[in-house]
């Protein structure tokens, strides 16, 4: 075994730990900006979009894709009906389920991870490196990932426009 494939097997735990760490820092109390929800929302709509214009010719990686869509969207909604809204003289905030959330981003963290080392172990083989739309599963993942934060963003966006609307707001 090579000291660099010693070393890719040390720092990965590190890596993951590190990404779990941050996530766990974003999935508490948050205040309601309306800027990070557009950009949210046009994100992760577009982190779909791209994936499904190259997939018009693999019909089974974009049936992944929507799959992982339609998942994503089932379970935000479900994330939203335990997300806690408040409406304080401070302003807007709101606390998502951080389990939930936690674990739908390291799926798809999990899933780069192990592109990345596929594509170390192909080094020096006659392997051609996989693409990121090449594998089914990794369009569920994107697709679940995607469209869960999407839909958080877009329930936030309406939430905040309801809001508007209640205190006369234009």
Not at 140 to 157: D, E, P, V, W
Request: charged residues 15%; glycine residues 8%.
């Amino acid at each position: 075994m090579s000291l660099t494939t010693l070393a890719l097997i040390a720092l990965v735990p590190l890596l993951v730990w590190r990404i779990y760490s941050r996530l766990k820092q974003q999935m508490t109390r948050q205040r309601s900006i309306m800027s990070r929800h557009y950009t949210g929302l046009f994100v992760f709509v577009v982190m779909l979009l791209i994936p499904a214009s190259e997939l018009g010719d693999r019909p089974f990686q974009l049936a992944a894709l929507a799959g992982g869509a339609i998942a994503g969207i089932a379970l935000g909604t479900y994330g939203l009906r335990r997300t806690r809204f408040e409406d304080t003289p401070e302003g807007y905030f709101f606390t998502p389920p951080s389990r939930m959330g936690i674990l739908v981003a390291m799926l798809l963290v999990a899933r780069v991870i192990y592109l990345g080392i596929e594509i170390y172990m192909n080094q020096g083989s006659n392997k051609p490196n996989p693409r990121f739309t090449d594998s089914p599963v990794t369009m569920l993942c994107l697709g679940i990932t995607a469209a869960y934060f999407a839909t958080f963003s877009a329930s936030f966006m309406r939430w905040r426009q309801r809001k508007r609307k209640e205190i006369g707001e234009i």
